[in-house]
């Protein structure tokens, strides 16, 4: 490669980014110390390696192209994810590296809570009357209560199908209108 000028070593040395540049055989030629930081690792140590060459062999993901890079083995201490680009030139490679290990943590954080959210979620989506397991819950007290004071108790299982074709879905329409047709005749305590 050609030499860097003072200002681009500088940049280089002081980017916050994870930079590696490679000859155009693929042999690494430097590393700043963003990215040598990022890894736990000295920046000498990935010098003068190429990609097939480099141990541990959970390294060379760090080579699998661009997008999202996962670095997870046991010669790492620590699992990582980071997004990849890079600059192709006449003499070889700069590859730019960010670490976006929080970003993915928080992103699998917000998709286990919003699981949770949805499984205690007591309410169908489309007709807002209870789902099963609102439904069990109110089951369970009025069975209880209908035995403590010794009160009858109605249940009532309805299933609503097209006599046409049985094996149809129903429009959501049909679904609202029978919602809203039970929920207008039947009392407040009641669970529909």
């Known amino acids: 490669m050609r030499r ?7 940049c280089f040395e002081h980017s916050p980014c994870g930079m590696l540049v490679m000859d155009k055989e693929g042999f690494i030629l430097q590393m700043n ?4 930081a990022m890894l736990g690792v000295p920046a000498e140590r990935f010098k003068g390696e190429n990609t097939a060459t480099l141990k541990p062999a959970v390294y060379r993901s760090l080579f699998s192209g661009k997008g999202a890079i996962h670095l997870a083995a046991p010669g790492i201490d620590k699992e990582k994810w980071f997004h990849c680009d890079e600059v192709a030139g006449a ?26 959210v949805e499984d205690l979620t007591i309410t169908d989506k489309l007709t807002g009357l209870a789902n099963p ?3 069990n819950r109110a089951l369970n007290s009025q069975v209880t209560r209908s035995r403590r004071y ?17 094996a149809a ?5 049909v679904i609202l209108a029978t919602s809203r ?4 005749r039947l009392r407040w305590a009641d669970t529909i």
């Not at 110390?33 to 040598?36: F, V």
């Not at 003499?91 to 949770?116: H, N």
């Not at 010794?150 to 049985?166: G, S």
């Open 91 to 116: 003499d070889g490679i700069i590859r730019f590296y960010q670490d976006i290990t929080e970003l993915v943590k928080l992103k699998q954080e917000v998709g286990a809570l919003r699981q949770q």
């Open 150 to 166: 010794n009160n009858p108790l109605c249940l009532v299982i309805m299933e609503l199908i097209d006599k046409d074709n049985p």
């Open 169 to 173: 879905s129903l429009d959501d329409e």
């Open 4 to 10: 860097i000028s003072e200002n681009q070593t500088t």
């Open 133 to 135: 397991r609102a439904f």
């Open 33 to 36: 110390p963003a990215l040598a």
């Open 181 to 184: 047709h039970l929920r207008d």
